[in-house]
T-cell receptor
């Protein structure tokens, strides 16, 4: 049981490049979400999904796309990276009936130069 | 809209002493959950404790307890017998429990330093 996994752990991009941050969970959780963590800001929600084929925007969605083709995977795409997207990105998942459980992945540290 | 406020950017505590980390929240929801997470310097988010808004007793998990005062909208974390390994960032978070409410709203965190 791996929980929530994220790849890569570190990434450096040049402005304008695109990339996908991967997130997978093996707990059959319905809910998955992406957060970004900036210094002094806590975590802020980017996008979330309540099940395969269903996604919605969070607090800071601009510049990011998501899709959820399977229950297990929830990739986050940066379309055209900008220095303002330099951050630590966390993926999280939880089950519908166990609202007190929120599992986080280990995070991806992204630097955009 | 939900809001979490952590007013202590940093705290110091002597090893083996107890410490309270403050958290106040604002919500119009009647049903919600409150979480505390620990983030050590390695970066991962570690779940510590959960309190539901309708739970009658304060939550406890080992050395962690949550002092839940619903009327004051506060959910303070109490760590007893502090250890050096408790040095970390601590985040308070809230999640509404109504339909369509799946995401966590976080405070800005408190950095706890345990002094030997």
């Amino acid at each position: 049981n791996a929980g929530v996994t994220q790849t890569p752990k570190f990434q450096v991009l040049k402005t304008g490049q695109s990339m996908t941050l991967q997130c997978a969970q093996d707990m059959n959780h319905e809910y998955m979400s992406w957060y970004r963590q900036d210094p002094g800001m806590g975590l802020r929600l980017i996008h979330y999904s309540v099940g395969a084929g269903i996604t919605d925007q969070g607090e800071v969605p601009n510049g990011y796309n998501v899709s959820r083709s399977t229950t297990e995977d929830f990739p986050l795409r940066l379309l055209s990276a900008a220095p303002s997207q330099t951050s630590v990105y966390f993926c999280a998942s939880s089950g519908r009936d166990r609202v007190y459980e929120q599992y986080f992945g280990p995070g991806t540290r992204l630097t955009v130069t | 809209a939900q809001k979490i406020t952590q007013t202590q950017p940093g705290m110091f505590v002597q090893e083996k002493e107890a410490v309270t980390l403050d958290c106040t929240y604002d919500t119009s929801d009647q049903s919600y959950g409150l979480f505390w997470y620990k983030q050590p310097s390695s970066g991962e988010m570690i779940f510590l404790i959960y309190q539901g808004s309708y739970d009658e007793q304060n939550a406890t998990e080992g050395r962690y307890s949550l002092n839940f005062q619903k009327a004051r909208k506060s959910a303070n974390l109490v760590i007893s017998a502090s250890q050096l390994g408790d040095s970390a960032m601590y985040f308070c978070a809230m999640r509404a429990r109504g339909a369509g409410s799946y995401q966590l709203t976080f405070g800005k965190g408190t950095k706890l330093s345990v002094i030997p």
